[in-house]
């Protein structure tokens, strides 16, 4: 079973389909928040915070499928 990830706002460049929303498929786990993300692209000091299963959580965490992951975007402005 892999992971639902969840890329939000300019992120959702990342996926490589346009969507916020992909599957990401088993064989690349078991591994950290942050591997995923780095397989996928997504630099680091581009991300805010993330949350897994709907808790925040640092990107050290672990995910060995199943788990529902949402990465937030860092913003400014003024």
Do not use: H, W
Not at 12 to 30: A, H, N, R
Not at 41 to 50: E, Y
Not at 55 to 78: F, H, M, Q, T, W
């Amino acid at each position: 079973m892999g992971v639902r990830l969840q890329l939000k706002g300019p992120l959702k460049k990342y996926t490589g389909t346009g969507e916020e929303t992909v599957e990401v498929k088993p064989e690349m786990l078991p591994c950290t928040a942050a591997k995923l993300l780095q397989e996928l692209g997504v630099p680091a000091s581009a991300i805010s915070f993330i949350t897994v299963n709907e808790e925040k959580k640092g990107l050290d965490s672990a995910l060995n499928g199943g788990e529902s992951i949402v990465v937030y975007p860092r913003v400014a402005g003024g």
